[in-house]
């Protein structure tokens, strides 16, 4: 039986916190952005924690490896 492999994608968009949740970045920040309103890019900064119905989805499908 082979190992299970986790999807690079997924490795590359989201982290694991140490108490286990997932931590994603926002989208709509990387080109195009002069076109974009002031307020979006500033709530789009940093970092935001997953929901726990998504959270499972991913960790389940995506991070198996982890």
Known sequence: MPK???KSSAK?????TGTG?????SAC???NT???PTQMK????GGQIMCDSDATVVK??????R
């Open 4 to 6: 299970i492999k986790s």
């Open 12 to 16: 590359k968009r989201f982290k694991i």
């Open 21 to 25: 949740k997932v931590r994603f970045y």
């Open 29 to 31: 920040l990387r080109h």
């Open 34 to 36: 002069s076109n974009r």
């Open 42 to 45: 500033r709530q789009n900064r």
């Open 60 to 65: 389940r499908n995506w991070l198996r490896g």
